[in-house]
Structures are given as C-alpha cells and as structure tokens.
C-alpha cells in the first residue's frame, strides 16, 4: 500500500514541476484552464497528501535486538562434533547478545557548603517621612548626604512610577547613584 502512495508522491511531484514550468502543457492534457497558482494548489496538495500518506502506511520493520543469535556449525575439529557431523546432527550455538555497557554512575558530589549569611545592616537614618514633600520638585542629589537617604526619598514618593524629584536621570530604580 505504501508503494502506491509513494509512486502517486512521484509522478505528483514530477506533475507539479512540470506544471509550474509550462502550465499549458497540463492545460492541453487535463482539458482545464490551469495557471501556476492552480498547478500549486491542485499538484501541491496531491503531493504532500500523497507524502503523509505513504508515511502513515509505511511498514515498519521488526527488529530482532533482543533475541538471541545462532549459528549452524558445518565444520569442526573438535572429534565429537566430527561424529555428530557424521551422524547427520547439526549443533547448534547460542551466542550470547551482546552486553549493556556498564552504566556509570555519577559521582558523588559534595555536600553543599551553607552559603556565608550576610551580615545584617543597620537600617539607614531616615528623614521623618512626615516631612518628605511628593507634590514638587523639591530635592535634588545635593540635597542628601547618602545615596541610602536619597533613595528613601525616592521610594517614598512612588519610586520609577513617579520620580517627582528627578532622583533617578537612568531610569534604573537607583537614585543619586554618585552619592556615597
């Protein structure tokens, strides 16, 4: 069945080219109006149609990895094997599959170092934010003496949402990045 398809995937193919090339040559034969863009759709169709198809009913060869292999001795020099020979017995050998290889396993890794804690920092003095003006441009960078006060200021009145105060010219959420 899959050569059927596969020989229709051919000569659509073939068809198609042709049939982009000289659409009237298909025009004469099929006795249709064709151009290219019908060529494309009707011979293009055909061929991945004909494509899927001889895919889906492929067949799909066996394999026989897992059973073991024998051979048939004809000729030996062992003496017994010469008289069973003689006898009109043939011996058979299973040779053995061949072997997984060895899985290795993954070495052991080191138990994880606890990652030093950083030390706490005491919180930065801050203004009384009772008396941080938001409604103006009121600060600027020399206003603070750190770039931590400045940053409160600029969180505090809405941060990158609203720097009212031009706190932050990158945009980058840090404000007063010069000050110390």
Known sequence: MDDIFLLLFLVSFIVLVVGLINPSFLSRHFRL????????????????????????????PESNTDLP???????????????????????????????????????????PQPLPQPIPQPPPPQ?????????????????????????NVYEYCGGVDNDIHRLDRDEDGIACETLP
Do not use: H
């Open 33 to 60: 109006q064709l151009s290219r863009k019908r060529v494309l759709i009707y011979f293009g169709g055909a061929v991945v149609l004909f494509f899927v198809l001889s895919g889906i009913f492929a067949e799909i």
């Open 69 to 111: 292999i024998t051979e048939t001795k004809t000729q030996s020099q062992d003496t017994n094997e010469v008289d069973a020979e003689e006898a009109g017995v043939e011996e058979e050998v299973i040779l053995p599959t061949p072997a997984q290889p060895p899985v290795s396993q993954p070495a052991p890794q080191p138990a």
């Open 127 to 151: 203004q009384q934010q009772s008396n941080i003006t938001c409604s103006s441009n009121a600060y600027n960078c020399s206003d603070f003496s750190t770039q931590a006060e400045a940053q």
